[in-house]
């Protein structure tokens, strides 16, 4: 999904680059309300953790294997602006380093991974959570599912809004493996949150970005 | 060799940084094939000017190079046009038209140009200063330490999962064949989950032996120098040829 340098326009590129910068500015701003000087490290960690994550391979079947994203995962555990962060500073190192997704797409790429499928994952999340201290089977799965697709979208859209192709024809396959892969990251987010649950259960209730004194608010 | 790369290291990381950008923008903004294999000779020339073996790059490209080769056989089938050949798979067909060739060999060179350049950049500037390039371009500090962070923490953490999957493999657990394998699922899942847990905790140590080693979340920014004609002259050349560049592809010499 990592969109490479050359396939948008120059006017897509701006307008989501803009985007981007609007919500890396906003939530740096709502993370250093919320966060603990000293928890600053453990964005790092998670950012490591989900980059690590990645390299785990799951079986899917017929040969193939597919692994965790992570945008909806650090959504749950971190809070939508922490994660966008996170997810931001992933995207750097895969695109300045590793070549995966281009430098001026980076844009692009953070409004697509680090806002939309972030956003969108977490407030669908939201909808199906009934108390601070459980979590929904069937919310995690719905939201891992929403954030994948989202993110398929708002990149499908813009490769048509950059007169690359028609939507009509980007649009289907896309949608479809997305679907896939998006109930493949629900199922295994769904996994990891429950037994994250089970062992440490004071996790989910955001305690990483919760300044002392506000926990459990 | 060594002697040359030292002669190129010291340019400012901010300007190099800023000479890449320009160039990858030339880049995307090229429309001619000839053009765009002219710019990967410069990018190889550069390399080879500052001294980088290529296995190297070879194999740092290695991580980027199969999603590539799969956009270039993807794309030729997504692009309206007229059709050079069609294949058939089960009761649908996919044509390949000759637009979408074009199209797809060009975001393909394009691609690989970036790549490069971004390699070439972060395998000569440390990752200490390109973080003060990046600085210097108004990317906010929080991010920037998360970045570093991350950098820090990701060898730890792999190794806690190579670990976690040695000692699997030593129990004699076996992967599933399919997403229906529940078994499986839950295995990897919690041994996700364990190394988590792990992570957690041992960031929280490493933060305090570094606040006990005085570390205080200042910015690791120090002031760099004036700016000399050769850290600018990069930059300069960059833009210069990327302008030269974007000229004869809109017919400026022909």
Redesign the interface.
């Known amino acids: 999904m990592h969109i490479p340098d050359g396939l948008l326009s120059l006017p897509t590129l701006a307008v989501t680059g803009a985007a981007s910068v609007g919500g890396i500015g906003t939530a740096v701003k709502k993370t250093k309300e919320q966060l603990d000087d000293h928890k600053i490290p453990l964005l790092g960690v998670m950012g490591a953790f989900i980059f690590a994550a990645q390299m785990i391979n799951f079986p899917v079947g017929m040969g193939t294997s597919g692994h965790l994203i992570g945008a909806f995962f650090a959504s749950i555990l971190l809070g939508p602006w922490a994660s966008a962060l996170v997810l931001s500073a992933i995207l750097i190192i895969q695109s300045f380093f590793f070549g995966d997704g281009g430098v001026l797409a980076l844009g692009a790429n953070i409004f697509n991974m680090a806002v939309i499928a972030n956003f969108s994952g977490y407030y669908l999340y939201q909808l199906f959570k009934r108390n601070e201290r459980g979590y929904s089977s069937s919310g995690i799965v719905a939201g891992g599912c929403i954030s994948v697709v989202a993110a398929a979208l708002a990149a499908a859209v813009e490769i048509f809004l950059s007169r690359r192709s028609e939507l009509m024809i980007v649009l289907p396959p896309m949608l479809f493996w997305h679907i896939i892969i998006g109930i493949g990251e629900g199922l295994i987010t769904l996994f990891l949150i429950s037994y994250i649950a089970k062992v440490r259960s004071d996790l989910l209730l955001q305690p990483v970005v919760n300044k002392e004194g506000h926990h459990g608010k | 060799m060594i002697l040359l790369r030292d002669s190129v290291k010291p340019v400012d990381a901010t300007m190099k940084l800023i000479a890449?950008?320009i160039f990858?923008?030339g880049?995307?903004?090229i429309n001619r094939l000839s053009l765009l294999f002219l710019c990967i000779g410069v990018v190889l020339c550069c390399i080879l000017f500052m001294g980088l073996p290529i296995g190297i790059m070879l194999r740092?490209?290695r991580?980027?190079l199969p999603?590539?080769c799969f956009?270039l056989l993807i794309v030729p089938f997504?692009?309206?046009g007229k059709p050079l050949f069609s294949i058939h798979i089960g009761f649908t067909s996919l044509i390949a038209t000759e637009q979408g060739v074009l199209?797809s060999l060009?975001?393909w060179l394009?691609?690989l140009?970036?790549?490069m350049i971004?390699?070439l950049?972060?395998e000569t500037t440390p990752l200490k200063e390109?973080q003060q390039a990046l600085y210097t371009l108004r990317v906010?500090d929080?991010?920037l330490?998360?970045?570093?962070?991350?950098?820090?923490?990701?060898t730890?953490?792999?190794q806690?999962?190579l670990r976690i999957d040695r000692a699997q493999r030593a129990r004699g657990f076996q992967?599933?064949?399919?997403?229906?394998?529940t078994y499986?699922?839950?295995i990897?899942?919690?041994?996700?989950?364990?190394?988590?847990?792990r992570?957690?905790d041992?960031?929280?140590r490493?933060?305090?032996s570094?606040?006990a080693r005085g570390y205080n979340?200042t910015p690791m920014i120090k002031k760099t120098g004036p700016l000399c004609y050769r850290d600018c002259s990069v930059a300069l050349a960059s833009f210069c040829f990327t302008c030269f560049m974007i000229w004869i592809d809109k017919g400026g010499i022909l």
Do not use: C, D
Request: net charge positive; charged share 15%; hydrophobic share 55%.
């Open positions: 890449s950008l990858v923008l880049v995307i903004l740092r490209l991580t980027a999603f590539l956009m997504q692009i309206p199209f060009m975001l394009k691609s140009n970036s790549i971004l390699l950049l972060t390109l906010p929080l991010l330490q998360i970045i570093s962070f991350t950098f820090r923490y990701f730890i953490i792999h806690e999962f992967k599933g064949k399919s997403l229906m394998n499986t699922l839950k990897i899942a919690q041994s996700i989950g364990h190394v988590f847990f992570a957690l041992r960031s929280e490493i933060y305090w570094m606040a979340r």
